[in-house]
C-alpha cells in the first residue's frame, strides 16, 4: 500500500527531470543535444521559411535520428508550416506544450544522443548573401585632371 502512495505522489508532483530549466529553454530537450536552435525572430524570417526544407534535408542525412520541436510562442500558422516539413522530410516534428513558452527559441533541432555542437546557430546553415560591390563613382573632372 506504501509502494502505490508513494507513486501516486510522485506523478501528482510531476515527472522527475533532470535539469528542468535547462529543459525548458530548449524546448524540452538539453543544450548538448542540440543541432540548430532558431531564435522566435529567426523563425518568423521569411528567408528561413523558404530554405528550411534544405536545410532539414541536409542535417537529416548527418544526424540520425533527428527531431523537430517547435515553440508555442511562433504564430499558428508558422507552427503549422514548420510541422509539416518537418513531417515530409521525415523528421519527428511536434509542438511542444506552453510549459516551454519562455524559451528564446522558436525551433529547435536535436538528437536523442550528446553531441556537444559549439556552434548551434542556423546562420551556419542558411545561404550567404552575396555582398553587393560598390558601384564605380564617376569621376570628376578634377579627379581625371589630376589622377585621383
Do not use: W
Not at 8 to 16: R, V, Y
Not at 33 to 41: E, K, L, N, P, T
Not at 77 to 105: A, C, N, W
Amino acid at each position: 500500500m506504501k509502494n502505490l502512495e508513494k507513486t501516486l505522489m510522485e506523478k501528482a508532483a510531476g515527472s522527475l527531470r533532470l535539469d528542468p530549466d535547462q529543459q525548458r529553454k530548449y524546448l524540452g530537450t538539453f543544450q548538448e543535444r542540440v543541432i540548430c536552435g532558431i531564435s522566435i525572430a529567426e523563425a518568423k524570417d521569411p528567408q528561413l521559411k523558404q530554405n528550411l526544407p534544405y536545410i532539414l534535408s541536409a542535417l537529416n542525412a548527418t544526424y540520425t535520428p533527428l527531431y523537430l520541436k517547435i515553440s508555442p510562442s511562433i504564430p499558428n500558422d508558422l507552427q503549422l508550416t514548420y510541422l509539416k516539413m518537418g513531417r515530409d522530410q521525415g523528421i519527428t516534428s511536434t509542438i511542444v506544450s506552453d510549459e516551454s513558452s519562455h524559451s528564446p527559441f522558436g525551433l529547435i533541432l536535436h538528437s536523442d544522443h550528446a553531441l556537444n555542437l559549439e556552434d548551434t546557430s542556423i546562420k551556419a546553415y542558411l545561404p550567404q548573401k552575396k555582398k553587393e560591390s560598390n558601384p564605380k563613382t564617376k569621376k570628376g573632372f578634377f579627379q581625371k585632371l589630376f589622377g585621383g
